[in-house]
């Protein structure tokens, strides 16, 4: 499902609300999110799972074009972890 998918199907639930309304709640959540990861916080949403960021430390990587050693700095990335609820549901039959 990609973003204008997401708009469409709040849309429909939600027959009340004009398209830009439902647009800034899609922007606002997704902006809390993606800031709250980024002060090194955790995002839990029962039912669905939880963000957060783990580390990556520096290591040695190659230039694939030329072959040569490159250091590549250590880094934040997000993590998601499905709640129970989730996993359930991917694997019911």
Do not use: H
């Not at 899609?26 to 980024?38: G, K, M, P, Q």
């Not at 957060?52 to 998601?80: H, I, L």
């Amino acid at each position: 499902m990609i973003r204008s998918e997401l708009l469409q199907a709040l849309s429909k639930e939600s027959p009340g609300l004009r398209a830009e309304e439902i647009e800034r709640v899609v922007d606002v959540f997704f902006d809390e999110i993606a800031a709250r990861l980024a002060d090194g916080g955790r995002v839990e949403l029962r039912g669905f799972g939880a963000f957060s960021t783990r580390e990556r430390d520096a290591r040695k990587g190659r230039n694939p074009r030329t072959g040569e050693s490159v250091d590549v700095p250590g880094k934040r990335v997000p993590y998601f972890k499905p709640g129970k609820e989730m996993r359930v549901r991917l694997n019911a039959e």
